[in-house]
């Protein structure tokens, strides 16, 4: 979190011009997004893609994978990017910094934690209380994935730091690789990462976090509050995009997703994008829309203050906006 603060910090002190909304030749609106990490967890997004949503929008969309919230919050209020997609911890870190362009969220996609506990062997009665005395590789502090991992943990009765090694020094996406090494008991993996592991006979998914810690606003879409201010119709286009891609997964089969955005994930084999996208659809990863509740920021507020992430509590009115989310659905309609 400290990495994440020193760029917004020493960004907001520069004024800089914004970027996109320019047209192109073809007289689409050039828009960048940043995600956090390229993964099939965000299927939606990858649907308006590749069946032409933002085309259909006017928006020809620039899609750049920041490989972790901290990045992708410094690309958006450096103006390399004009929409971060992210867990909204990292709106939250900002705005409590007392930055005044902080970022807006405007649009929820996944309702579910979308990562897997991965161990060696099976272990078909396996409980959280397991990992007691055990290594298990994590993710970065005061990120989404470890503060889920941790919630979950304390609502078993687990102290993460006395009863089990959390290694957290390993970079995002490099985890699998340190335990097909041989590095640790167990680890937290995205998909395609846990299917990858489960496929190389290197590991077995134990347990879902996305059941186990319930229903978690995971990842959402922002906007630094000067871009909203000036662009409010280019995000509504693109949220429109999005809710086209919701719609979509909500209605069609895991073989019917997989295959239309079979072209986001070339390396991975057709058969096991299906079995992803199937584990997703099961434990309802994906909202039936894209509006941020306040319920779901009040939760997520609970999980930073959980993890000590947190020293005073935000407005959900100031950095959630559901204007363009209700919008969207309700023109899908």
Known sequence: MKKLLAYVLSFFIVVLGLVGCQKNEDGLVNLTLNEVAHSIFYAPQYIAIELGYFEQEGISLTLVNGAGADNVMTALISNEADIGFMGSEASIYVYSEGASDYAVNFAQ??????????????????????????????????????????????????DPIKDLTIVQNINFGLTAGAFSGGQGDYTVEFEPFATALESENKGVVLASLGVDSGYVPYTAYC???????????????????????????????????ASVIAPQFPETDPEALKTIVERYLEQDTWKENLTFEKESFELLQDILESAGELKERVPYETLVTTQFSQQAAEKSK
């Open 109 to 158: 996609l996944t309702q579910r934690a979308g990562n897997f506990l991965v161990g060696r062997t099976e272990n078909p009665s396996f409980t959280w209380s397991d990992l007691k005395g055990k290594e298990v590789l994590g993710g970065r502090a005061g990120g989404m994935p470890e503060m889920v991992f941790e919630y979950i943990l304390k609502q078993n009765g687990i």
């Open 223 to 257: 906007v630094k509050k000067s871009y909203l201010e000036k662009n409010s119709e280019i995000i509504q286009k693109f949220t429109n995009a999005i809710q086209k891609g919701l719609n979509y997964v909500n209605t069609h089969t895991a073989e019917e997703i």
